[in-house]
């Protein structure tokens, strides 16, 4: 049975609750100020325990510490490079602000602070990718119920990721940088007319390349992270085909030449895979300079360079998605919406034109039909 007892403190009088679990074990809350806050929190507890959300509050002493290494050790479902972004958040950002905080304590108000202060000197992709390492701490915390809600979630001052400008290559350009490219012509032509990711390209073996068919099976993603390659499934697990155009047919026969089907097709300088390029390689700096685009070009614009061209040549939202290897048609449209902006004049003008014939139609039939309700010369006498 529930009770509520009357105790002397030196800061004065306190009141205790003592009651049961939903287990019927016993348990007591101290520390209330009035018989009026001792009973409110009786009342919440009683009420909890019938409609059972009852959330022991001895449990939310757990800190952020805590709880947040056996959180990292189940993100077992992320990518290495997505493990490593989020590692580095709970690192840097989290643990020295929040390590020792009782996850019962943690405040909406003290989180949005949080986010504040970061997003003074922090990029946009950190704040959220920190934040949201802090919610997922704090979510799982009350789905154990350790905790009645996340205070994490549902903030009002995140901030809002700024879309990169993507630098699209014409046809003309990517020749030009594939023949300055210091005898990278084959990588920089797959690439750019493929959409290949570079982590694809380097992991890409001689048994996955059809070059009768000209057919690219792509099944691995070598990506270089913390000192070594890590060898995984494409970014998305989709598993899929790339048929390169005829025109690479005798470069890729030239670059697959004496090789063994377990041989990488594009192997590093000396041997095994190739590291991700950067833009300040001098096979690069030489494409670039040959080609005469944007100084602010990365390797990664081949891969928008391909999106670009397969969209010019008339390929929809659906064949580009599968080409690029996206989870959905929608997060190509998300990504490359910029690349069909000219579609909304095509749909306009065409909306245009049809709303005309439409009411050419309706003019004529409207003629039509007056003309054959005119009396006849017979009908007005």
């Known amino acids: 049975m ?44 009683e009420t ?5 959300s009852y959330i022991d509050p001895s449990q939310g002493k757990a800190t952020i510490g805590d709880l947040s290494k056996p959180w990292l050790e189940r993100q077992t479902h992320l990518k290495i490079t997505t493990y490593t972004s989020v590692e580095q958040a709970l690192r840097i950002h989290v643990l020295p602000v929040w390590a020792n905080a009782r996850i019962a304590d943690v405040k909406r108000t003290d989180v949005a602070d949080w986010v504040a202060t970061l997003s003074k000197s922090r ?30 979630a549902d903030l009002d001052n995140l901030p809002r990721r700024t879309k990169t400008e993507h630098i699209y290559m014409t046809h003309e350009q990517v020749q030009k940088f594939a023949k300055g490219s210091n005898g990278r012509d084959c990588l920089v032509y797959l690439a750019c007319y493929t959409g290949l990711r570079w982590g694809e390209i380097a992991g890409l073996r001689m048994s996955r390349v059809d070059l009768n068919r ?17 060898v995984q499934t494409p970014k998305t697990h989709e598993l899929r085909e790339v048929e390169y155009p005829p025109f690479l047919d005798k470069l890729m026969r030239a670059q697959a030449d004496g090789k063994g089907p377990d041989d990488l097709l ?14 300040n390689e001098r096979w690069f700096k030489r494409g670039k300079e040959a080609a005469g685009v ?51 004049t095509v749909v306009a003008m065409a909306m245009d034109k049809a709303r005309k014939r439409s009411m050419k139609k309706a ?3 409207a003629a039509r039909e007056h003309a054959q309700n005119m009396p006849t010369d017979d009908q007005a006498a």
């Open 214 to 230: 000209r057919r690219l099976r792509i099944v691995e993603n070598a990506v270089y992270v913390q000192g070594k390659h890590h």
């Open 123 to 152: 990029s946009a992709t950190v704040v959220l990718r920190a934040h949201g390492v802090l919610m997922g701490i704090l979510e799982d915390a009350t789905r154990d119920r350790l905790i009645p809600r996340n205070p994490a």
């Open 266 to 279: 594009f192997p590093a300088p000396r041997g095994g895979f190739l590291r991700h390029a950067r833009s």
């Open 294 to 344: 944007p100084s602010k070009i990365t390797p990664h614009d081949f891969r928008h360079t391909a999106a670009s061209l397969a969209v010019q040549s008339g390929a929809n939202v659906k064949a580009v998605q599968r080409m690029l290897g996206h989870a959905s048609a929608a997060m190509t449209l998300d990504v490359y919406a910029d690349l069909w902006d000219e579609d909304l």
């Open 48 to 52: 909890s325990k019938l409609d059972g």
């Open 363 to 365: 003019r004529m039939e």
């Open 2 to 45: 529930a009770t509520i007892e009357k105790y002397q403190t030196k800061s004065g009088p306190r009141y205790m609750v003592r009651y049961t679990k939903p287990d019927r074990t016993p348990t007591k809350k101290r520390g209330f100020k009035t018989k009026r806050d001792a009973n409110a929190f009786l009342n919440s507890m």
